[in-house]
């Protein structure tokens, strides 16, 4: 089955604690990204990438890192979180950089930082 | 800069009856592709419906259809014969040739009364 996968789907982590969302997609897409959804704010873009090793920052990139060593992973990394990154995020895969590419999105994690 | 605008927070709708959810857009792109997603309270984020800006006739899926009014730059959501199970968030979202992100609006959660 198609899919964008990520883990984990909770978790609650105190501040200052480095964690690590993955994400895979298993449809060999090209362009990976990924969103922080706020109430009231919409998703917003935090990084993306458009293939292997070519990542840049979307509109919200302070406090994570990304990579895309291989084509189907893009794990988003908080080095050193903070309450204000309490979010649901989500990771979104297309099969390449195109106006009429739909995004494929996974399940969402939610994040608490306390 | 590109801009989605949901100018509809909030909607509530009698079962059955049509839905017109609101999406305006901003760009200086002459190619652009507009999306809208449908998030159910589970969380998932749902493809539901594409319009390019050069189709020429708007875009159906069942009971979804995009009214595509280019030179007012609106992409309205129209949902025919309403059902309890669209009571949900709905996004608009549109990416344009040039840039790499994918945008999106607010939303506007909408509500099927029985």
């Known amino acids: 089955e198609a899919q964008v996968t990520q883990n984990p789907r909770y978790l609650i982590t105190v501040t200052g604690k480095k964690l690590t969302v993955t994400c895979s997609q298993n449809?060999?897409?090209?362009?990976m990204s990924w969103y922080r959804q706020d109430p009231g704010l919409g998703l917003r873009q935090i990084y993306y990438s458009m293939n292997v090793e070519v990542t840049d920052k979307g509109d919200v990139p302070e406090g994570y890192k990304v990579s895309r060593k291989e084509k189907r992973n893009f794990p988003l990394i908080l080095e050193s979180p903070s309450p204000n990154q309490t979010s649901l995020y989500f990771c979104a895969s297309s099969l390449y950089v195109g106006m009429n590419t739909e995004a494929f999105f996974g399940q969402g994690t939610r994040l608490t930082v306390v | 800069a590109q801009k989605i605008t949901q100018t509809q927070p909030g909607m509530f709708v009698q079962e059955k009856e049509a839905v017109t959810l609101d999406c305006t857009y901003d760009?200086?792109?002459?190619?652009?592709?507009l999306f809208w997603y449908k998030q159910p309270s589970s969380g998932e984020m749902i493809f539901l419906i594409y319009q390019g800006s050069y189709d020429q006739q708007n875009a159906t899926e069942g009971r979804y259809s995009l009214n595509f009014q280019k030179a007012r730059k609106s992409a309205n959501l129209v949902i025919s014969a309403s059902q309890l199970g669209d009571s949900a968030m709905y996004f608009c979202?549109?990416?344009?040739?040039?840039?790499?992100?994918?945008?999106f609006g607010k939303g506007t959660r909408l509500h099927i009364l029985p």
């Open positions: 760009t200086s792109d002459p190619s652009y592709g």
């Open positions: 449809m060999n897409h090209e362009y």
């Open positions: 979202a549109m990416r344009d040739y040039r840039d790499d992100k994918i945008i």
